[in-house]
């Protein structure tokens, strides 16, 4: 079996061959490695090969391993549902949150975050296959929802994001995220910060990456299937 480190050079190896693939520089790619059930011994093993952003779906989970590795430059972004009772701890122990579909979520975020602290970044999750999943904004409702997060002033509005339902097939995946990257191109003209599109997993990153995806969050392909 591969061991961590090896399976980021791998990752890291294909994000670059898709994006010279598509004429983009590598580093317009950010690999986020998605470390839920994961141990932190793991999340040392990603950390000693380089790895600076990880993502988090649980929160309390997420809280303990921030606490144990403690480790200044490391980037944590949560990425899981948020209930109303936990904006409060994201707000205050995040660097980004891509998982909000809602106003009453980001104006609790916006009034949690705390001082001192920069603006919280923030994806707003766009929901690409409606009967799959309850999570996400509808494509169409999108860029109000954009509108109105760009005014809270402990937010800083970063992009889009989605977790479409699993398909085979580059092409495929493709069509799937295109009208997502789309909205994207059209509202980066309209909110100053908007440079994030938070697309692809470890079964359709190259495709999100042909797509523009600039934040691919990458779990298995990096420590194995989960339990
Ligand atoms: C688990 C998860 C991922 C990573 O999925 P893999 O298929 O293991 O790469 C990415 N994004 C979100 C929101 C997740 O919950």
């Keep these: 079996m591969a061991s961590i480190a090896e399976n980021i050079s791998t990752v890291r190896d294909q994000i670059t061959k898709a994006a010279t693939r598509s004429g983009r520089a590598a580093d317009s790619v950010t690999l986020l490695a998605v470390t839920k059930t994961q141990t932190p011994e793991k999340l040392r093993e990603a950390y000693a090969a380089g790895q600076r952003e990880f993502g988090e779906n649980y929160l309390q989970e997420a809280l303990d391993k ?33 998982s909000v579909d809602r106003l009453k979520i980001a104006s609790r975020l916006s009034k949690q975050r705390p001082e001192g602290l ?14 799959d999943s309850k999570s996400g904004v509808a494509l169409e409702d999108a860029a109000d929802l954009c509108e109105q997060i760009a005014k809270l002033p402990g ?5 889009l994001m989605a977790i479409p339902a699993p398909c085979a097939g580059h092409e495929q995946q493709r069509e799937v995220f295109a009208p997502l990257a789309l909205l994207f ?43």
């Design 118 to 131: 920069a603006p919280l970044s923030i994806c707003v999750q766009v929901n690409l296959s409606s009967e």
């Design 155 to 159: 937010l800083r509005l970063r992009g």
């Design 66 to 98: 921030i606490r144990i590795l403690d480790l200044p430059d490391l980037v944590w972004h949560f990425i899981g549902p948020i209930q109303s009772n936990k904006t409060a701890d994201i707000a205050a122990h995040f660097d980004w949150v891509h």
């Design 185 to 227: 191109r059209e509202l980066q003209g309209r909110f100053e910060h908007l440079d994030s599109l938070s697309i692809g997993m470890s079964a359709d990153y190259e495709a999100a990456i042909a797509e523009g995806s600039t934040i691919v969050r990458v779990g298995s392909a990096i420590f194995g299937a989960r339990a």
